[in-house]
């Protein structure tokens, strides 16, 4: 196992296999956004799953009294959320779908787990799991034409995002939450922007800043004038020019904090 694999432990079982309560947790750095469930005692019996967030940014769902203390999960922060997914035949990755119905919560201190059993017709049985595509109707400062752009995570660089176009591959952005860089930061959505988003509360955006790494990544800084601001239900985004006095081009993230 690596550093990311561990034993996690299923008091109630998986829907279908409640006598099988014992599963390792590997996630390959080749296989990135994948990982895989294997029974310790049947290993024949394998699941493949991916982050929740990686699939659906404005996943939600809640569980019962009873399932949290099964997990003994006392802070948001210790869970970790993920989907099992299906590879149809033939198809290629291109085609996974993930079930949202079934989502998994991993209680990563204790290392307990639980499967919830949502309303299929809230939460479809097979999301379609490569549709997390951003829609910029207006481009980005200075690429008005590029419109549509993929979000992606690497393996083992969180805190990072990358921002990929989707019609010219050759432009990526490098990005961060910007609750990463700067927690208070604030930005100023006016009612025309807001409008536009169809952002109605602040739970429904992403705030994220455009990142730049020189030779010596400890002086890498963000963008804080040029937020990137995205429904996470609808993913569209809009970037704003703000007030470069204000809210600083070069704000250093690692010295700053």
Do not use: R, Y
């Given at each position: 196992m690596t550093d990311n694999d561990f034993?996690?432990?299923?008091?109630?079982?998986?829907?279908?296999?409640?006598e099988v309560k014992d599963y390792r947790l590997l996630e390959p750095s080749d296989a990135y956004p994948l990982k895989f469930l294997q029974s310790v005692d049947q290993p024949e019996l394998s699941f493949?799953?991916?982050d929740i967030a990686a699939i659906k940014l404005d996943f939600n769902a809640s569980m019962s009294p009873e399932e949290a203390e099964m997990l003994e999960l006392n802070e948001p922060e210790d869970a970790m959320m993920i989907a099992l997914i299906v590879i149809p035949e033939n198809e290629g990755t291109a085609e996974m779908v993930a079930n949202l119905a079934g989502p998994i919560v991993i209680n990563k201190n204790k290392k307990k787990a639980v499967q919830l059993v949502l309303d299929p017709d809230k939460y479809p049985l097979q999301h379609p799991v490569f549709d997390l595509t951003v829609n910029f109707p207006a481009g980005l400062i200075g690429l008005p034409d590029l419109k549509r752009f993929r979000l992606y995570e690497?393996?083992?660089?969180y805190p990072l995002k990358f921002l990929q176009s989707v019609d010219s591959e050759e432009y990526t952005f490098v990005c961060m939450d910007m609750g990463a860089v700067k927690p208070d930061y604030d930005a100023p959505l006016s009612p025309e922007d807001a409008e536009f988003l169809a952002i109605e509360k602040h739970d429904d955006a992403l705030v994220l800043a455009?990142?730049?790494?020189?030779?010596?990544p400890r002086q890498m800084t963000a963008n804080l004038a040029g937020p990137l601001i995205i429904n996470k239900t609808t993913l569209k985004g809009r970037q704003l020019a703000l007030d470069a006095e204000k809210f600083p081009l070069k704000y250093q993230i690692i010295h700053s904090k």
């Open positions: 034993i996690i432990h299923f008091p109630a079982g998986l829907i279908g296999f409640t493949v799953a991916m690497p393996a083992g660089g455009l990142v730049v790494i020189p030779e010596d």
